[in-house]
């Protein structure tokens, strides 16, 4: 009998079908994250902080945790970074004690009694009304060791008195806090742009002082955007002075090559004030504002988008180090560290972002020796 071949078939059908049968097998698994996995970033940093802090594997989930749900890779660069800044700001505690924390908050109300015109007599007069807990606010106040127990006693005292409300009508003093010191403002405006990965106990400010809700938040100040440095220094910089800070601060020495104008370099480059006063990065801009072929419109629109990655496109940054590049016959540094002297009740030394960012830095580097040497094991 005649042999029968089949004739092959084309090698387009060939892959069509692999790709149907590859479809019917179910869908593609999801790609593998960069970093280290959820079971050796945990086991890694929980060897790291062992007999150095208490529940080393709780303080090792929520950091990773954090990253996971901001989706950053668990790099040990990353993680480290967190680290860092937590062994700097807080020490692994999730509710730092600040010494003479009760003496700062007394004055706080002094200052805003003085401001007021109220009588500091009629002020201990509503401190010592009895509190939602039972005990009145003086005794409360009288016992504060943490940010978080303070920043409770003001939202009581601002939700249940008058005069609580006519001091600091919505806006607790107390601004920062939890095992990163992340701010209140920046947690809230984050938990509005993305989904925040817990349950809320009361509020986000009351999250922010607990270990798990101050770690993602700080580890979105200081990771969760895009920046233009070469060296994490600068990120740390950022996480003291504000996001790009640092890129800003390079820019005002751009400018100040370009104009010839001393110019602080703190990053801010529109006025805070509330007198809508214009700042000095924004007045030396406008003197060259001709030169650059910009209006005074241009420079003011550019300049309100310091706070933003897009700056970097805008046509003042760009023709402004052009031009100072030319002046000054060399590339200019794109990140500084911002020139800026740290002001708070809380702090009784001369310290600067330089020094903040520095010590951090260094903090940084040992761990990510500490931490390669536990993964590579």
């Known amino acids: 009998m005649p042999a029968f071949r089949c004739a092959p078939f084309p ?3 060939v892959l069509a079908m692999a790709t149907v049968l590859a479809g ?10 960069d970093g280290l996995g959820p079971t050796e970033a945990r086991r890694a940093v929980t060897a790291l902080l062992q007999e150095r802090v208490p529940d080393p594997a709780g ?5 990773h945790a954090a990253l996971a749900t901001l989706e950053i890779p668990s790099t040990v660069p990353n993680l480290c970074a967190v680290m860092a800044i937590v062994e700097q700001e807080s020490g692994y505690k999730a509710d730092p004690a600040v010494p003479g924390l009760s003496s700062i908050a007394w004055k706080e109300i002094e200052r805003r009694a003085d401001e007021a ?9 509503a401190l010592s009304v009895d509190s939602p807990n039972g005990r009145s606010y003086a005794e409360r106040l009288n016992a504060v060791k943490t940010e978080g127990q303070l920043s409770q006693v003001f ?3 601002i939700g249940m ?20 010191q992340v701010s209140i403002a920046f947690a809230r405006a984050h938990a509005e742009a993305r989904r925040y990965p817990y349950e809320v106990n009361d509020s986000i400010r009351r999250e922010v002082f607990t270990r798990r809700g101050g770690l993602y938040f700080g580890a979105a100040h200081l990771l969760g955007y895009e920046a233009p440095y070469d060296a994490p220094i600068y990120r ?8 790009l800070a640092s890129r800003n601060a390079a820019f005002q020495n751009a400018l100040a090559v370009a104009t010839g104008l001393t110019l602080a370099l703190d990053g801010d480059l529109v006025s805070r004030s509330s007198d809508a006063r214009m700042g000095e990065t924004e007045r030396a801009a406008m003197t060259i504002a001709g030169r650059l072929k910009l209006s005074e419109g241009d420079v003011r629109r550019a300049l309100e988008r310091g706070d933003e990655a897009s700056f970097e496109t805008t046509a003042l940054y760009e023709r402004v180090f052009a031009y100072a590049e030319e002046l000054d016959g060399r590339k200019l540094p794109r990140a ?3 020139r800026i002297a740290l002001k708070s009740p809380k702090i009784t030394r001369k310290l600067t972002t330089q020094w903040f960012a520095s010590r951090v830095d260094e903090r940084h580097g040992r761990c990510i020796e500490r931490l390669g040497t536990l993964v590579r094991r």
Do not use: H
């Open 24 to 33: 019917c097998a179910g869908p593609a698994p999801a790609p593998r994250p």
């Open 59 to 63: 303080w090792a989930t929520d950091i």
């Open 161 to 180: 008195v008058p005069m609580g409300k006519r001091f600091f009508g919505d806006s607790n003093p107390v601004r920062t806090g939890g095992p990163m």
């Open 117 to 125: 015109g109220v009588p500091m007599l009629a002020v201990r007069a």
């Open 236 to 243: 740390f910089a950022d996480f003291n002075a504000g996001r």
């Open 11 to 13: 090698a387009s059908i």
């Open 336 to 338: 500084v560290v911002p």
């Open 155 to 157: 939202e009581d005292f």
